[in-house]
C-alpha cells in the first residue's frame, strides 16, 4: 500500500489509527516486511489521536508536527524508528508504550510529560544505549520490560520507580549488563525481577529491600559466583531460578531462612554441597538439581521432607541413600543419568511416589521393590538392565517403559505379562513398552499388519480389550518439539455384519463416544527422551476398559481395529498387531475371562479354547475337518494341561486425551474368510458367508486452536471519521 503524505492531512476528528499484523510478527521470528510505504514521509496526524497501532511502521520518526495531548496507547513495535520526536513532548494521557521489536531504536525521549504511564515495552531493541532516568513522579508505572536489549549497559536507580506501583522489571538478555544498581528504599511491590541472560557479577545487599519479591530468575548469569546472604531475608520469595549458572559453587548458609520458598532450581551449575538450613524450607515443594555433576548426596534427611519433586539426573551419583525414605510426600522422583546398580530397598516405603525416572543409567541392573503407588516407570536406555522383581500383581494402574534395554532378560517383561495372562481381578488400565518382535503367543487375534479385523461373541460381557502393536524402528532418532511425544494410536469400529448399522470410535468430546477408556493412546517415547536412537523392534502392549453401554447393550459381532503411529516417518511403523479382549463373568466375582472367539477373517489365530483354561479339543477337531492347518503350538493336548495362570496386577493408564474429527469409512475385504467354530455352536452352511465390517481410518488429529479474523473496516469521508484499522497491511 503506497500513501502519500496527506493522507491523513483532513481527518480532524481521527481518534483511532490501527494498521496491525494479522499475521505471526518479527516479535517471535526477528525478521518483519511492512506493507505499508510513503511516497515522502508523513506530514500530519491528527491531535485527538487516541490509539494509534502501527506495527512495522515504516518511517525512522513520528511526524514533527504531531502532539500527542491525546494519545493513550502507542503501539509501533517491529518498525524501523530509530527515535520517537525530538526533546520532550507533552503526553499527559499516555498510559502504553509499545516499541518493542525496534531494532533501530537507539534512545527514548525524556518520559516526565507522560505521568500516566502504566507499560514500558522496549523488548528485543537491540541499538538501544541507554535508558532515561525515570521521573519521580511515574506512580503509575507497574512494568517496565527490557528483555533483549543487547546494547543496554546500565540502568537508572531504582528508587525513581514507584515502590508499590512496580510489579515486574524484566532485563532477561540484556547481555552487556554487568552491574544491577542498589535499592535504596523499600519496594514492597516489586513481584517479579528477570534477570536471566545478564552479564551480572553480584547483587547488591539492598536486594533485600525487594521485601515483596515473588519470584526471581538468575537463569544463565555465567559471571555470577555467589548470591549476597541479604537475598535470605526476602520472606516473600517463593521461586527462585539459578539454572544453568554455571560458576555459582555456593548457597548462603541462611537459605533456610527463605520460608516461603516453593521452588528452587539449580540445573547445571557447580554447586557441590547443599547448605544445612536448607532442611528448615518446609514449604518447598521441588528441587531440581540437574546436572550437578559434583554435587554430594549423601542422607536425604538434609532435604526438607515437604518435597514432592526431586530432580537429581545427571548428578554422577553412584548410589542413592537408603534413608530416601524420609522424603515421604515425594511424587515425583527424576534419576536419570546416573552410575548406580540399583535402588535401595527403603524406596518401597515412598507411597506416594507416582513418577520414577531412572533412563540412561548404564549401570543399573535391577529393579526391586518399588513403591505400589506408581503410575510411571520409565527406565529407557539401562543397556545393562537385566532384572525387574516387582509384585506385579500390586501394581494396579503402572505405564512401564523399557525402551532399548537390549539386556532386558525375557523373563523379566514375561513376569509382567504374564502376570496380565492370567489376572483374575477386575483389570485397570495400564501399558508397557519393551524391545521384543512378537505379539505375546496368548493374544487371540493377532494380524502381521497394522490392522485386524474378527467376529467375537459375549461382547455383551465385555470388560475391555487388551491390545498389542510390534513397533519396527530401523535407525530411528527422535527428536521431537517439546512437549511431543511418539505414541501409538488406534481407532475401532463395531458392527453387527448390517452395513447400515456400524459404530465407529471417533474420539469426540461427547462421553456417549468414550467407547474405549484409555484407548487414546501407548506413549513410546516421552518428551523427556529427546534424541533417543531406537534400532530394533519394540513391542507396546496396553489395556483398555469399555464405557460405552452401545458395545455393552448391543448385538455388534464383528469388530475391527486399525493402529498407527503419531509421527509418520519412514524409519518407524507398526508391523503386527494383537488384540485379547476380555469378559467378565457374573456372579464369580468379576473374574477376568477371555471371551471365545466365532469367527475371524484374515489373521493368525492361536486357539485358547473353553473360559475356564482347557485348551478345546473340539475346535481343534473341526478345524482340522474344514481344512485348516493346527500349527505346531495349537496341536491337542491332555485335557488336564491347562493353561497356566500368574498373578500380577495391571499398571497405569495412557489414555492421552481425545481425538478430535471424522472418521473416513474403510471397506474391509479379505480373499479368504476363515470360519473358527468354538464348543457350544453348531456348524454351519459354508454359505453361511462372514459379513464384511467396515473400519475407520484413523480420526485426524485436530491441532491447535483457530485464530479470530479482523473485521476491515473501510474508510469513508474525511472530517467524520474517528476510526481506521488496516488489519493485516502491516505484514
Request: one cysteine or more; a negative charge.
Amino acid at each position: 500500500m503506497q500513501l502519500s503524505p496527506q493522507a491523513f492531512k483532513k481527518m480532524y476528528n481521527l481518534r483511532f489509527l490501527k494498521f496491525h499484523d494479522s499475521g505471526i510478527s518479527s516479535y517471535f521470528y526477528g525478521t518483519y516486511n511492512s506493507k505499508v510505504h510513503f511516497s515522502n514521509g508523513l506530514s500530519d496526524l491528527s491531535g485527538k489521536l487516541r490509539s494509534l497501532i502501527w506495527h512495522g511502521f515504516p518511517l525512522r520518526a513520528l511526524p514533527s508536527n504531531f502532539i500527542p495531548k491525546s494519545l493513550v496507547e502507542l503501539n509501533l513495535r517491529d518498525s524501523n524508528l530509530e527515535r520517537l520526536w525530538e526533546g520532550t513532548m507533552p503526553a499527559p494521557n499516555l498510559k502504553l508504550l509499545i516499541l518493542g521489536g525496534c531494532k533501530r531504536l537507539t534512545n527514548i525521549p525524556d518520559l516526565s510529560d507522560a505521568p500516566l504511564l502504566e507499560v514500558i515495552d522496549l523488548s528485543l531493541c537491540r541499538s538501544l544505549l541507554d535508558f532515561p532516568k525515570l521521573a519521580q513522579h511515574l506512580k503509575n508505572l507497574y512494568s517496565l520490560d527490557l528483555c533483549g536489549c543487547v546494547s543496554l549497559r546500565s540502568l537508572p536507580k531504582l528508587f525513581n520507580l514507584n515502590p508499590s506501583q512496580c510489579t515486574k522489571l524484566n532485563l532477561e538478555n540484556c547481555s552487556k549488563l554487568e552491574i544491577f544498581p542498589e535499592i535504596w528504599e523499600t519496594m514492597q511491590g516489586l513481584q517479579i525481577l528477570e534477570l536471566s541472560g545478564t552479564a551480572i557479577k553480584e547483587l547488591p545487599d539492598s536486594i533485600e529491600n525487594l521485601n515483596g519479591l515473588n519470584n526471581l530468575y538468575l537463569r544463565r548469569c555465567k559471571n555470577l559466583e555467589e548470591l549476597p546472604s541479604s537475598i535470605c531475608n526476602l520472606t516473600s520469595l517463593q521461586y527462585l531460578d539459578l539454572s544453568d549458572c554455571s560458576n555459582l559453587e555456593i548457597l548462603p548458609d541462611n537459605l533456610g531462612n527463605l520460608k516461603s520458598l516453593n521452588e528452587l532450581s539449580i540445573d547445571r551449575t557447580a554447586i557441590s554441597q547443599l547448605p544445612s538450613t536448607m532442611m528448615h524450607l518446609n514449604e518447598l515443594d521441588l528441587l531440581s538439581c540437574s546436572g550437578c555433576r559434583g554435587l554430594r548426596f549423601t542422607h536425604s534427611s538434609d532435604f526438607p521432607c515437604s518435597l514432592r519433586y526431586l530432580d537429581l539426573s545427571d548428578c554422577n551419583l553412584k548410589e542413592i541413600p537408603e534413608d530416601i525414605c524420609h522424603l515421604s510426600l515425594l511424587e515425583d522422583l527424576e534419576l536419570s543419568g546416573n552410575d548406580f546398580e540399583s535402588l535401595p530397598k527403603s524406596m518401597m516405603q515412598l507411597s506416594n511416589l507416582e513418577d520414577l525416572k531412572v533412563n540412561n543409567c548404564n549401570m543399573l541392573q535391577s529393579l526391586t521393590e518399588l513403591p505400589l503407588s506408581l503410575d510411571l516407570l520409565s527406565a529407557s536406555d539401562c543397556k545393562q538392565l537385566r532384572s525387574i522383581l516387582l509384585d506385579a500383581s500390586e501394581l494396579v494402574k503402572t505405564e512401564f517403559v523399557f525402551t532399548n534395554c537390549p539386556n532386558l532378560e525375557e523373563i523379566a517383561v514375561g513376569n509382567i505379562l504374564a502376570t496380565v495372562e492370567g489376572y483374575e481381578g477386575e483389570l485397570y488400565p495400564f501399558s508397557i513398552f519393551y524391545p521384543g518382535s512378537e505379539v505375546p503367543g496368548w493374544f487371540r487375534y493377532k494380524s502381521n499388519e497394522s490392522s485386524i479385523k474378527f467376529r467375537m461373541a459375549c461382547h455383551d460381557l465385555l470388560q475391555g480389550s487388551i491390545l498389542c502393536a510390534v513397533i519396527e524402528f530401523e535407525e530411528y532418532r527422535f527428536n521431537a518439539n517439546d512437549g511431543d511425544e511418539l505414541y501409538v494410536d488406534c481407532s475401532w469400529t463395531f458392527s453387527d455384519g448390517d452395513e447400515s448399522n456400524l459404530l465407529a470410535d471417533e474420539f469426540s468430546d461427547g462421553d456417549e463416544s468414550d467407547l474405549l477408556a484409555g484407548l487414546g493412546s501407548c506413549t513410546l517415547i516421552a518428551a523427556w527422551s529427546f534424541g533417543t536412537l531406537i534400532d530394533s523392534d519394540h513391542v507396546a502392549l496396553w489395556y483398555c476398559k469399555v464405557l460405552d453401554r452401545r458395545v455393552l447393550k448391543s448385538e455388534f459381532t464383528n469388530f475391527s481395529v486399525e493402529f498407527w503411529l503419531s509421527e509418520d516417518s519412514p524409519n518407524c511403523r507398526v508391523k503386527s498387531c494383537g488384540v485379547r479382549p476380555i469378559t467378565k463373568i457374573p456372579n464369580e466375582d468379576y473374574e477376568v475371562k477371555y471371551a471365545e472367539p466365532i469367527k475371524i477373517s484374515g489373521v493368525t489365530i492361536e486357539d485358547i479354547g473353553e473360559t475356564s483354561g482347557k485348551r478345546s479339543r473340539t475346535s481343534n477337531d473341526r478345524r482340522e475337518e474344514e481344512g485348516f492347518n493346527v500349527g505346531e503350538d495349537e496341536e491337542e493336548e491332555d485335557g488336564d494341561d491347562d493353561v497356566k495362570k500368574m498373578k500380577m496386577a495391571s499398571p497405569s493408564p495412557l489414555c492421552r486425551g481425545k481425538r478430535e474429527g471424522l472418521e473416513k469409512e474403510k471397506g474391509i475385504g479379505g480373499k479368504e474368510e476363515i470360519e473358527c467354530v468354538g464348543e457350544d455352536e453348531e456348524e454351519e452352511d459354508s454359505d453361511d458367508d462372514v459379513k464384511k465390517m467396515k473400519m475407520a481410518s484413523p480420526p485426524p488429529l485436530c491441532r491447535g486452536k483457530r485464530e479470530g479474523l479482523e473485521k476491515e473496516k473501510g474508510i469513508g469521508g474525511k472530517e467524520e471519521i474517528e476510526w481506521c484499522d488496516f488489519g493485516g497491511f502491516g505484514v
